[in-house]
Every structure is written in C-alpha cells, then in structure tokens.
C-alpha cells in the first residue's frame, strides 16, 4: 500500500511539471522565419527557393563554372542575366509560372539582340569586340546558340568537341573534314578556332586578318618572301586549296594539270611541252601522269635566279 501512494505521489510530480513547462513553451514567443539564404551566387536565393538541384534545367551547375566564382567580384548574378521576372518570381499556384523576362532556349520570345546584350554586358571588347558587325551576329546566332552556361563542359570550347557545335549549322564542312585529305580536325590536333575568329568581322572569320596570314601561322615555309612568287599565292591560299578537306592531295580543288589550266590555257606552255594537245605521234616523256609538278615543284615561289624565263619558272 506505501508503495503505491509513493508512485501516485511520483506520477503526479511529473504531471505538474509537464504542464509548468508545457506552460512555459506557450508563453514563449515564435521565432521569425529565417530569410531563405544564397545557394550559389549572390542573390540566388530569389530563384532557388524553387529551382534546386532536381530541377530539370539544372541550373545550380553554374556553381561549377566561371560564372558560379562568388569570390570574383564581376561574377553575375541571376538577375544579370534573366531581368528581375517579377511576375516568374512571385507566380504562386498550381499552373505553369510565366517565363522569365529573358530566355535563352531554342523557342524564347526574345530577340536575338536582348540575348546577346545580356552576355555583352560584361563580355565586350578584347577578342569580341567586333562581334556586332561579324557574320554570326547579322545571321541572329547569339552566345547560347554555341555556348552552354549552365554547365560545367562548354564543349564549344573543349577542342575534341568544338567541331560538332559548329557543324550544327556548317552541314558541308563536317563531310569534308572526313575526306582522305583534311586537317587533322578529327583527330584532336586543331579546331575550328585554329583558324576562325567566331566572334571577329573579318573576311571569312579568320584568325588572322587574311587567309594567307592565318595559313602561314603553321605553313610558315610557304611565307616567303621569294625571289619569283606564284600570284595565287599572294592572294589566297583557297584558290587552289580547299583547307577543310579534299579527295585529293594536299586538299587541292583540282588535281594537276587541270587546277594549273584553270589560268594557264594548254597552248600556253613554250614548245608545248605539257599542253594537252600533242603534235606528234609519239609521247614526250613531259607528259607522263600530265603533272605540272613533275618539272615545276617550288610552286608557292622559288628563289631560282633563273627563273626568268618560262622553262625555269618554279624550279628548284
């Protein structure tokens, strides 16, 4: 009987002391919610309170590219880039929110020069301070037609996956690079940037100001200057040369002697050595495989100081 009334007394001690601070908690006031804090860049927390990692567009990858840098101070935010979108923001229930006020896919609402500005803004001058006046700007290409923000591998500038960015819209250069004679564009060893400006107004978007002088940064031997140099030479390389790849070798247009005779008519040549006409029953030993490089083999220039007549013209 005492050892009940003990665990009465016992059970009723732990039931006032549960209400005094059940009491307690209630008088206690409720804290305020906690402002909802950056994730990725400064001020993100407008956008990742709904987008996180399992969103679809994924968009908290920027944190591991040079956009995602909070210790660099041009470091944008997400609002650089998107505009404020008032109305994405703060869009509640269950059907599908507004757009943002600038989009970058490949069905946005917005013109091409609002999606560039928003890249411009920061990226403008140095390398790409002649991209309003270049070919890709005036075809409405704009920076995420070939770049991709939101991820890590940009493989527009990853030189084993640059190429098949570009040959999105260049159809005919990606079958002319899988011919026997091209650049070694396949294997790694160069791009397309090797060569071009993509973001420059230059003729044909070159790297250089001039074909020739981007040719001559690996083809330094065919730079000259020569004591005789072959006009189509000085010109452009491309007149006889197809640099993105040829059937025939070292990716000429023509092969000998037709790309010779698209200047050089068959009669012109002195006794008519090489002419596609032949005057005698039998066949000069000249004319074997027809081939103008056979005598003429300095054809980018010679510094033969014979070559002042036309049987020594590009000879050794």
């Known amino acids: 009987m005492k050892f009940l009334r003990q665990l009465f007394m016992l059970s009723a001690a732990i039931g006032l002391l549960g209400a005094g601070s059940g009491a307690a908690l209630a008088a206690e006031p409720a804290k305020p919610k906690e402002a909802p804090k950056d994730i990725v860049l400064k001020g993100d927390a407008k956008c990742t309170t709904c987008h996180d990692e399992a969103d679809a567009p994924e968009i908290l990858r920027i944190g591991k590219t040079r956009h995602g840098t909070t210790a660099d101070k041009r ?29 970058f896919g490949k069905n946005s609402k917005n013109e091409a020069s609002a999606r560039g500005e928003a890249c411009l803004t920061c990226h403008q001058g140095g390398k790409r301070i002649h991209w309003q006046g270049g070919v890709h700007a005036n075809q409405d290409v704009t920076c995420t037609s070939c770049h991709k923000i939101h991820t890590a591998h940009d493989k527009v500038r990853s030189k084993d996956a640059q190429a098949e960015v570009c040959f999105t819209c260049h159809k005919e250069q990606r079958t002319q690079i899988s011919r026997p004679s091209h650049h070694p564009i396949p294997e790694g060893k160069m791009n397309c940037t090797s060569c071009h400006d993509v973001h420059g107004d230059n003729p044909k978007m070159m790297a250089k100001f001039s074909v020739n002088d981007t040719c001559y940064t690996c083809h330094m031997e065919k730079r000259g200057p020569f004591v ?62 027809r081939g103008c490089l056979n005598c003429h083999t300095q054809i980018h220039g010679t510094n033969n100081p014979r070559s002042d007549t036309s049987e020594r013209t590009f000879r050794k």
């Open 75 to 103: 470091t944008p935010t997400c609002t650089s880039c998107h505009g404020e979108s008032e109305k994405h923001t703060n869009h509640k229930g269950s059907d599908k929110p507004p757009k943002p006020e600038i989009t």
């Open 228 to 289: 005789r140099t072959h006009q189509p030479v000085q010109e452009d390389c491309s007149i006889c040369h197809n640099p993105h790849g040829s059937t025939i070798t070292p990716m000429l247009k023509a092969r000998a002697p037709f790309s010779c005779q698209e200047c050089h008519e068959p009669t012109s040549h002195r006794g008519n050595v090489a002419s596609m006409q032949t005057t005698t029953a039998s066949t000069s030993t000249n004319l074997i495989a």
